[in-house]
């Protein structure tokens, strides 16, 4: 497993940006395809944003396709998901996820081997 920490979160007006930020150690880092999910109170973790081990294929959920930018530094072993156009329906905790399933598009919590602990994001209208 690999040992996650992200970073980034904080209270933000609607329209505003923040940049996520995850911090990995423990194993080599980009062996992993990682993963962004949020979860807001009440409600289901859902998948935000995925990206491969090197970086070259992400994917996105409809929700926050053209707004949410996910992108990793492997020399730094760091995941960050930049997110702009924030909205208040965007407001939940916000977790980084790594997985050794790398052949496909993973958007399943249950597929994910290692979580962090999450970072608050709130959205105010």
């Known amino acids: 497993q690999v040992q996650l920490v992200e970073s980034g979160g904080g209270l933000v007006q609607a329209g505003g940006s923040l940049r996520l930020s995850c911090a990995a150690s423990g194993r080599t880092f980009s062996r992993f395809r990682m993963g962004w999910f949020r979860q807001a109170p009440g409600k289901e973790r859902e998948f935000v944003a995925g990206?491969?081990?090197?970086?070259?294929?992400?994917s996105y959920a409809d929700s926050v396709l053209g707004r949410f930018t996910v992108s990793r530094d492997n020399a730094k072993n760091t995941l960050y998901l930049q997110m702009n156009s924030l909205k208040p329906e965007d407001t939940a905790v916000y977790f980084c996820?790594?997985?050794?399933?790398?052949?496909?598009?993973?958007?399943?919590?249950?597929?994910?081997?290692?979580w962090g602990q999450g970072t608050q994001v709130t959205v105010s209208s």
């Open positions: 996820a790594a997985t050794t399933v790398t052949s496909v598009v993973v958007t399943t919590a249950r597929q994910y081997d290692s």
């Open positions: 990206i491969s081990p090197i970086g070259d294929r992400r």
